[in-house]
Every structure is written in C-alpha cells, then in structure tokens.
C-alpha cells in the first residue's frame, strides 16, 4: 500500500494538503503541526520567492515525513535538480511550459515531480505524457488568488493523481472539493496576511476544513485509493 507522507490519507479518504509560498520557518512548522502533507517553496520569480540557503535552512527544521517541495517555473531542468538536491527538499515543482523531456528528465533525478498545468491549457490533455507523480492544475495567474472555471479540471485526463489550486481559502475549499473530487488541494495566498507571510487562524481553518470533508471517490477509478509515497520513489 502506499500513501502519503506521515499518513495513510487515501484509506481515510482524507485530502492532500499542500501549503506553498512558504517564507519562513515559523510559517513552514506552524503548517506542519497543523497537519500539512507538504509545503512549498516558491524558486521562481514572485512576490513569494525565497533564496536557495533558507529553504535549506528551513528544511532542516522540519518533520521528516513532511513533503518539502520546490516550485519553479521555465528553469533548466539541470538547475532544478541542482536546488531540489543542495536544498534538500523531496519535490520539484514545475510551474512553467516545461516541455515532456524536461519533465521527465527532472523526474529521472528527483523522487516527486509536480506538473503544474493552467485550467484552460491545451496541454492538460496530454498530462500524462510528462512522467509526473502529481498533477496539479491552477489559474493562468498563479499566485493572485484568482478563482478559475474548476470544471476546466475536467480536461484532465484520467488515472492521474490531481492536485486543485487557484483562488482557493477556507470558505471555498469545501465547495471546490466537492466539485472537482480532487487527490489534494495547494494553497497559497489564501491564507495569508501579505504574500509570503501566512495568516495562523485562516492557514488552522483552511486545514480544519479539508480534513472535515468526505469526498466521494474519485471518478478515475484506476487510481489506487491510496496517495503517492514518495519515501518509496
């Protein structure tokens, strides 16, 4: 059986929980201790981004069963591998117009890779071409907190584990559930107080909320019930 990071969230039909634009080590174990599957350091150009030698720092700081990944967008993917291993972090990101090779090329060296898609990208059909572990489909602004069409998700195509973003905050991440059925929600300016700096009570509600609900099954049925592990990668 796998599952994900510290927990076996897909038997307890439980949502992957993904904190991104982490900043700060505050930030980074208050989301932990509330109950994050993963965190996210922003390494691309963005209000949000943080320099190599803190996220190493603040990785250092963590769980050990806590996903810590990199997001970064249109970067070589030689430099990618570079960071995900000096910085120690378990994830890569990939937030740009990464072409298939690349992706693949990242995932031949790192144990997770993210692809990360616009809802009204072409390219979303062909997600499963890229090799990824997780998919994650966002709005053409990622980062603004601009809610997207979700049923634009539905291009996805199936047998893919699908990560929901754009706009998402504790008083829609219920309802976005609920519609789209998705493996795991990421967030990130909708739990904040100003970019990078997250708000404790909105970040403790966005969580409290996902864990309360119980999404139906998802409509992919080959997807195994159960989450990535990438501890076995």
């Not at 981004?49 to 990785?59: D, G, K, N, Q, S």
């Not at 509600?205 to 049925?221: C, G, L, N, Y």
């Amino acid at each position: 059986m796998i599952h994900a990071p510290g927990r076996s969230a897909g038997s307890l039909g439980l949502v992957f929980v993904k904190i991104c634009g982490i900043t700060s080590t505050d930030d980074a174990l208050l989301a932990t201790a509330l109950g994050a599957d993963a965190v996210g350091f922003v390494m691309a150009p963005s209000p949000r981004r943080i320099a190599p030698p803190r996220v190493e720092e603040i990785v250092r700081r963590l769980p050990p069963g806590v996903l810590t990944v990199g997001v970064f967008r249109n970067e070589a993917p030689q430099r990618v591998i570079e960071l995900v291993n000096r910085c120690g972090l378990k994830a890569a990101q990939l937030h740009g117009q990464e072409s298939i090779a690349g992706t693949q090329q990242v995932r031949d060296e790192v144990p997770v890779v993210i692809k990360a898609f616009p809802g009204n990208d072409e390219a979303l059909a062909l997600a499963h071409r890229y090799g990824a572990d997780l998919v994650l489909v966002d709005s053409d602004t990622p980062g603004s907190g601009r809610i997207f069409d979700w049923s634009l998700a539905e291009g996805a195509p199936s047998g893919i584990r699908l990560i929901l973003a754009g706009g998402l905050n504790p008083d829609n991440v219920a309802t976005a559930i609920d519609k789209v059925r998705p493996w795991g929600v990421d967030v990130s300016s909708g739990v904040e107080v100003a970019p990078g700096r997250k708000d404790p009570a909105r970040l403790r509600a966005f969580i409290t909320t996902v864990r309360s609900v119980q999404p139906a099954p998802p409509a992919q049925s080959d997807i195994d019930d159960a989450p990535y592990d990438w501890q076995r990668a």
